[in-house]
Nanobody
Framework: QVQLEESGGGSVQAGGSLRLSCAAS????????MGWFREAPGKEREGVAARRTAGGMTYYADFVKGRFTISQDNAKNMLYLQMNSLKPEDTGMYYCAQVVGQSVFRWYRDYLSPYKYKYWGQGTQVTVSS
């Protein structure tokens, strides 16, 4: 089992920045990738950014490219999401998720698909005001 706990959410004005953190614990040795997802009221959960554990390749949704950066500290079992130039449409609950075990994602979009991830945190709220 894997436990994930997010932190760092809050309320900011448009143009501001936030840094989200995700602490992973439990059986994380076989981690394949970790990602950040978000869910706004009335909308489906969508992928924001992801990172393969081995090699560190990163994947971003088009709507955050150039503004958000995903990073990972493997020694500390931490995942981060640096969010700059925030917009009101970035408002939502942000979730950390992880894939553990033998997996091979064939397509870029797989890394940003919530259906590919088994383990989830409880989420942290991000609110961006105009």
């Amino acid at each position: 089992q894997v436990q994930l706990e997010e932190s760092g959410g809050g309320s900011v004005q448009a143009g501001g920045s936030l840094r989200l953190s995700c602490a992973a614990s439990g059986d994380t040795l076989g981690s394949y990738c970790m990602g950040w997802f978000r869910e706004a009221p009335g909308k489906e959960r969508e992928g924001v950014a992801a990172r393969r554990t081995a090699g560190g390749m990163t994947y971003y949704a088009d709507f955050v490219k150039g503004r958000f950066t995903i990073s990972q500290d493997n020694a500390k079992n931490m995942l981060y999401l640096q969010m700059n130039s925030l917009k009101p449409e970035d408002t939502g609950m942000y979730y950390c998720a992880q894939v553990v075990g033998q997996s091979v994602f064939r397509w870029y979009r797989d890394y940003l698909s919530p259906y590919k991830y088994k383990y989830w945190g409880q989420g942290t709220q991000v609110t961006v005001s105009s």
